[in-house]
């Protein structure tokens, strides 16, 4: 059933929306506190606080590996590959996303955060192949 896929895309978008408020919320805070005015950041974001700024990378990493992972996730309903194996996998890339959020918006701590990172990643194989498998 596809559905075991669709919530985890589902908790994936939802997670992306939670990232854009977090970025909002932390560049009004940065506007109130006049920290910048908005000549300073018409052209580029690099004059916001660091807070602001780890905010408005993480929003824009959602949009680079999660793309695979929604891409994935329509290849594998389309083919039939929608058993426990991809709904585990699924799950584990949302649950690395967010991890690898609370890190990055948090203590960012690199070398924490790529172990995540990475583990996200090897979901994304596991995602793949598992749509290889059915489709060969």
């Known amino acids: 059933m ?4 669709i919530y985890p895309a589902l908790a994936m978008i939802f997670w992306i929306f939670v990232v854009g ?8 805070e940065a506007f109130a506190s006049g920290a910048v005015k908005p000549a300073d950041v018409c052209i580029s974001n690099e004059r916001y606080p ?3 700024r780890l905010a408005a990378a993480n929003f824009s ?4 590996s999660p793309v695979l992972f929604f891409v994935l ?6 083919v039939g590959a929608t058993g426990y194996v991809m709904a585990a996998l699924a799950w584990l890339f949302v649950a690395t996303r967010v991890v690898h959020t609370l890190i990055h918006i948090g203590p960012n701590k690199l070398p924490v955060r790529g172990v995540v990172y990475g583990v996200g990643f090897l979901a994304l194989i596991g995602l793949w192949i598992g749509v290889l498998i059915a489709v060969l």
């Open 73 to 78: 996730l329509l290849i594998a309903m389309n």
């Open 21 to 28: 408020v977090i970025m909002a919320i932390r560049r009004k």
């Open 2 to 5: 596809t559905l075991k896929l």
């Open 61 to 64: 990493n959602q949009f680079e």
């Open 50 to 52: 660091t807070p602001a």
